[in-house]
């Protein structure tokens, strides 16, 4: 059961139009942040990806061409859909500013899938752990000046 349910939140979520498939309504109950970063660990994503402030496991194997920075200061407000679709989806859109032979091969991710490992209540404390350590912060635009003729 726990399966379907996650196929049909990755069915909904990829979805950008307003038809029956939109992520329009979807959201997730409130998951645990301490369970979400013990799951970090529990599920090796330090292996690949970096966390300001969590550090790895003493017996983690250090992968340092693949370590996507998760978290940090970002101009745009990093919702459930993103979180979500980057864990389930991860094929979706590939983070900016790594190669991609290090993060992809053949155009699929190199993100192991947990889809039929981890449960639902994993998935929404993960996602509440992630959304966590992004601070939005102001977009800065260009303060044009007036040029009068």
Do not use: W
Not at 53 to 60: F, I, K, Y
Request: some cysteine.
């Amino acid at each position: 059961m726990k399966y379907i349910l996650l196929g049909i939140l990755a069915l909904g979520l990829v979805s950008c139009d307003l038809g029956p498939q939109s992520p329009e309504g979807f959201s997730l109950p409130n998951g645990n942040i301490d369970d979400g970063r013990r799951l970090v660990l529990m599920y090796k994503c330090l292996t690949c990806h970096r966390i300001n402030g969590l550090e790895p496991p003493d017996d983690l194997i250090d992968n340092p061409e693949i370590s996507v920075l998760l978290g940090g200061k970002s101009v745009k407000v990093k919702t459930y859909a993103d979180l979500l679709t980057s864990i389930i989806n991860p094929s979706h859109k590939f983070a900016r500013g790594y190669k991609l032979k290090d993060i992809q091969d053949g155009g699929v991710s190199k993100m192991t899938n947990y889809n039929d490992v981890m449960t639902v209540t994993e998935l929404i404390n993960l996602v509440t752990f992630l959304q966590s350590n992004y601070e939005l912060t102001p977009y800065k635009s260009t303060n044009y000046q007036y040029y009068g003729y």
